[in-house]
């Protein structure tokens, strides 16, 4: 499942071949996943995952280089940081990373220019050293912002060299993450058969 290629194709089948929608549902391996549009947004459906303090331990400081303040396991480790420059500037050492419990590595502190929170995915263990913009590591971000500044909506940037918004909603009943972004149209072309 890859929430970019899924965002990418609910945008293609809205601007193309179903205009008159606002909703497309995919039959994936894990059900349906529904992608609503509002506006320019796209926004998507998630499961948030249920976070458990952890102790903030040497072979965290020592992968991300910072000491964390605080750390929670999910199906990933979030570990919250100080400020927004050290999550800016974090160099993590991927060999360490690799070490860690979790399946990625997200970092996060509180935001800065209209962001509620900062963040940083690393994913080393899928082959991936930084995740530009992690919709599923904001299924663990956005639940502990939620709980620290009470609020439901979350403005979230992620500082990978892409960097990337997201617009995310935490419905504290249901425990889903509505997480909403833009799609851009990047290129068209046809393709040409011979008869």
């Not at 992968?63 to 500037?89: H, T, W, Y």
């Not at 935490?170 to 851009?184: D, L, N, P, T, Y």
């Amino acid at each position: 499942m890859c929430g970019h290629a899924t965002l990418a194709s609910a945008y293609v089948m809205l601007r193309f071949y179903e205009k008159d929608s606002d909703k497309i549902i995919f039959d994936t391996m894990s059900g349906e996943l529904t992608i609503t549009k509002h506006d320019d947004l796209l926004a998507m459906n998630f499961p948030a995952y249920d976070l458990k303090p952890v102790k903030v331990s040497d072979s965290m400081r020592e992968a991300i280089g910072f000491e964390p303040e605080a750390a929670f396991m999910g199906r990933d480790l979030l570990c919250v940081m100080k400020n927004s420059e050290q999550v800016i500037n974090c160099k993590p050492d991927i060999n360490n990373v690799k070490e860690l419990e979790g399946l990625l590595l997200h970092i996060t502190a509180r935001g800065y220019d209209g962001a509620y929170c900062v963040s940083r995915s690393f994913a080393p263990k899928l082959a991936v050293v930084e995740d530009p913009v992690c919709g599923s590591g904001h299924c663990h971000i956005v639940p502990y912002w939620s709980r620290v500044l009470n609020k439901n909506n979350i403005t979230a940037y992620q500082a990978s060299e892409r960097g990337g918004w997201l617009y995310c909603n935490f419905e504290s009943e249901s425990q889903r993450v509505i997480i909403s972004g833009q799609a851009a149209l990047f290129s068209e072309a046809n393709i040409f058969t011979e008869a």
